[in-house]
């Protein structure tokens, strides 16, 4: 079965720095796809970034990256720039190509200082 | 603009009412919904997964007799909490999804609270 696991309940940057959240996997499959959800207090789930496996280039979207390391099956989203509505918690999620259901992480908890 | 359309947001109601929340999708057809619980501080625990036209799967634990599902139209899915109690309360999240190699898209989710 496959597992998501976020090691860290609680992380705080300090406004305009970078944050590092972790997030490591476990799976048989070749080929998925590894998600990161923004869930603020509102709980309203949104997608951060998608990586499809097959893909070796991390992706990116503006201020969030990616360090994808299929070898080590970790998965961490780098957060730049922090600013004040990035504090959120943070789902990293597993889902297989066929089937799709995510399993996601425990979540992080993403405070940011002003 | 919202993909998907969650109602209600909000409910509160007495011990042993059902209660039906509704997953809506707004800007394709859905031939797959899911149909998540979350408690305070904690992850997405998928409940079931909703096929139009067939019935919905159940993950290990839940009780289908509990939490009926209905996915009659390939926009409309339901969840209906019967004979409700306060165990029950918790937050339901819905997401929908057109093909299976796309990302779910999320409804704003429905807070439940049995008294």
Redesign the interface.
């Known amino acids: 079965a496959q597992t998501v696991t976020q090691s860290q309940p609680e992380m705080s940057v300090q406004e305009a720095e970078t944050v590092t959240l972790s997030c490591t996997y476990d799976t048989s499959e070749s080929d998925y796809?590894l998600?990161w959800y923004k869930q603020p207090p509102?709980?309203?789930?949104i997608?951060v970034i998608?990586q499809e496996a097959y893909k070796q280039q991390n992706a990116t979207e503006n201020r969030f990256s990616v360090n994808f390391q299929k070898a080590a099956k970790s998965f961490s989203l780098k957060i730049s720039d922090s600013q004040l509505g990035d504090a959120a918690m943070y789902?990293c999620a597993y889902s297989r190509?066929?089937?799709?259901?995510?399993?996601?992480?425990?979540?992080t908890?993403l405070s940011v200082k002003p | 603009g919202a993909v998907v359309s969650q109602h209600p947001s909000w409910v509160i109601c007495k011990s042993g009412t059902s209660v039906k929340i509704e997953c809506r999708s707004l800007d394709f057809q859905a031939t797959?919904m899911?149909w998540y619980r979350?408690f305070p501080?904690?992850?997405?625990?998928?409940m079931a997964?909703s096929n139009e036209g067939s019935k919905a799967t159940y993950e290990q634990g839940v009780e289908k007799d509990k939490f009926l599902i209905n996915h009659a139209s390939l926009t409309l899915s339901t969840l209906t909490v019967t004979s409700a109690h306060p165990e029950d309360s918790s937050?339901y999240?819905c997401?929908v999804?057109a093909y299976?190699?796309q990302?779910?898209?999320?409804g704003?989710?429905t807070r439940l609270s049995i008294l």
């Open positions: 796809y998600f509102s709980r309203q789930m997608l998608r789902f190509v066929q089937g799709g259901k995510l399993i996601f992480g425990q979540g908890e | 797959t899911f979350q501080k904690q992850s997405l625990m998928l997964t937050f999240i997401s999804r299976s190699n990302p779910q898209h999320f704003d989710g």
